[in-house]
């Protein structure tokens, strides 16, 4: 299989999806666990706070990359 090198730009957008995917799922998957945790406890408070820590940490997890590629 042939490589892409670094600098290709097909290879920079994957790198990019990859790294955008990541964060969705960091702050979804906080939303989903507060979910399960009010169905278990008969709450009502879990999912809006795993909503409220996924997307702090969702966007902290973007901002840090976006600086990390702006040092580039």
């Known amino acids: 299989m042939a490589r892409i090198p670094s600098?290709?730009?097909i290879g920079e957008a994957l790198a990019?999806?990859?790294r955008i995917i990541a964060a969705g799922v960091v702050m979804v998957l906080p939303v989903i666990a507060g979910r399960w945790g009010d169905d278990r406890?008969?709450?009502r408070f879990l999912a809006p706070i795993g909503l409220?820590?996924?997307?702090v940490a969702g966007l902290g997890w973007i901002v840090r990359m976006a600086a990390r590629a702006k040092q580039r």
């Open 52 to 55: 409220v820590v996924g997307f």
């Open 16 to 18: 990019w999806a990859s």
């Open 41 to 43: 406890l008969g709450s």
């Open 7 to 9: 600098n290709a730009p």
